[in-house]
């Protein structure tokens, strides 16, 4: 499995709408899920900084975490543009492989 972690400082006030767009069942994970590579999305929140969060995304390889990227480009940058105006602070954290 490929695991992809993100850390994120959300807009004082944007919660609700960063959580819809980055929820497991939010519009990241509808973009990820059109590849059956896609295994799951997790959305973390700092119980001490409201403001903070994580996203944990799960693929089976990260060959095919790549091949999605690839492919789905635009999706992926507009999705993109649509959740930089929701964060003050976009940080990946890394990938592991298992």
Known sequence: ???VLWSYRV???REDEF?????????????FRRDPA??????LRDTADRS???TIDRWRTRV????????????Y???????DTLTLEETPLGA???
């Open 1 to 3: 499995m490929h695991v």
């Open 11 to 13: 807009v004082p006030g």
């Open 19 to 31: 959580e819809a767009l980055y929820r497991s069942d939010g519009e990241w994970a509808r973009l």
């Open 38 to 43: 896609y295994l799951g999305t997790e959305l």
């Open 52 to 54: 903070h969060y994580l």
């Open 64 to 75: 095919a975490y790549d091949a999605f990227l690839a492919s789905a480009h635009a999706g």
């Open 77 to 83: 940058a507009a999705l993109d543009r649509l959740g």
């Open 96 to 98: 592991i492989d298992d």
